[in-house]
């Protein structure tokens, strides 16, 4: 039973998710602080402080009294949201997608390099052999 447990524990995926998570971890702090730190304060700079958290309403019930939806916490919250994904995708996937169009478009050029040289080396090939043959019958043997 203990073997079990720890082929399941050492298994790839199990690691591989553990690094997955501990890096999320890490790189949720470095979004967090780009959001607070940049993005926050450059749209305060704009458009003024963006606190939404005071906005509420309330519906009076059978009992005579009334219960509050603080519903600006959760404006609140799908604004940081938006923020947070938007960070991501252009500070950190937009540059990546780039990058990697890049790679794959010098990888391309690489290997269309690569299969005209074979063309150019398979002619050549095929002309030294044709000329190889032209002189091979007048030669006396």
Do not use: C, H
């Not at 609140?76 to 947070?84: A, D, G, N, P, T």
């Amino acid at each position: 039973m203990l073997q079990g447990f720890k082929d399941f524990v050492m298994r790839g995926n199990v690691l591989d998710l553990a690094v997955a998570v501990v890096i999320g971890a890490a790189f949720s702090g470095v979004i967090q602080g780009l959001v607070d730190g940049f993005i926050m304060p450059l749209i305060g700079w704009l458009v003024g402080a963006p606190d939404f958290t005071g906005i509420a309403f309330s519906v009076p019930n059978w009992q005579g009294t009334s219960t509050e939806f603080p519903i600006g916490v959760f404006i609140q919250s799908l604004i940081m949201f938006v923020l947070i994904a938007g960070a991501i995708y252009f500070f950190v996937m937009l540059p990546i997608n780039k990058l990697k169009a890049l790679r794959k478009s010098s990888e391309e050029v690489v290997e269309e390099a690569a299969a005209e040289e074979v063309v150019l080396l398979t002619e050549i090939r095929d002309l030294l052999r044709v000329q190889s043959d032209a002189q091979s019958p007048s030669q006396p043997s």
